[in-house]
Nanobody, 126 residues
Framework: QVQLVESGGDSVQSGGSLRLSCAASGLRYRNCMGWFRQAPGKEREGVATIRTSDALISFADSAKGRFTIFKDSTKNILYLEMNSLKPEDTAMYYC????????????????????WGRGTQVTVSS
């Protein structure tokens, strides 16, 4: 059984930093993982994607240069390091994963993930 549990969300000032964590269990070795976010009244958007077997990474334009995604494979924890936070980064952040396609990159980028966490709230004030 796959489980994803996020943590690390908080309220910060504009320009601040946060590190989100996603404790993962039950996933097959070759998989895709990603961070998504959804602000009130807005559609969910992908933030960052990683293929964990070789750390191939993709970022949304809104995250490039400010966010980093990485996985500690010894602990099975996925991280999202967020710097230079802006009020528009305010959202519920979700960790997601999929291990159905052997880590195929095209499937990773489709963001049609099978497993989802419950989310962690990030609030950035100006």
């Amino acid at each position: 059984q796959v489980q994803l549990v996020e943590s690390g969300g908080d309220s910060v000032q504009s320009g601040g930093s946060l590190r989100l964590s996603c404790a993962a269990s039950g996933l097959r070795y070759r998989n895709c993982m990603g961070w998504f976010r959804q602000a009130p009244g807005k559609e969910r958007e992908g933030v960052a994607t990683i293929r964990t077997s070789d750390a191939l990474i993709s970022f949304a334009d809104s995250a490039k240069g400010r966010f980093t995604i990485f996985k500690d494979s010894t602990k099975n924890i996925l991280y999202l390091e967020m710097n230079s936070l802006k009020p528009e980064d305010t959202a519920m952040y979700y960790c997601a994963a999929d291990d159905r396609y052997g880590g195929r990159w095209d499937r990773c980028l489709r963001e049609e993930y099978k497993y989802w966490g419950r989310g962690t709230q990030v609030t950035v004030s100006s």
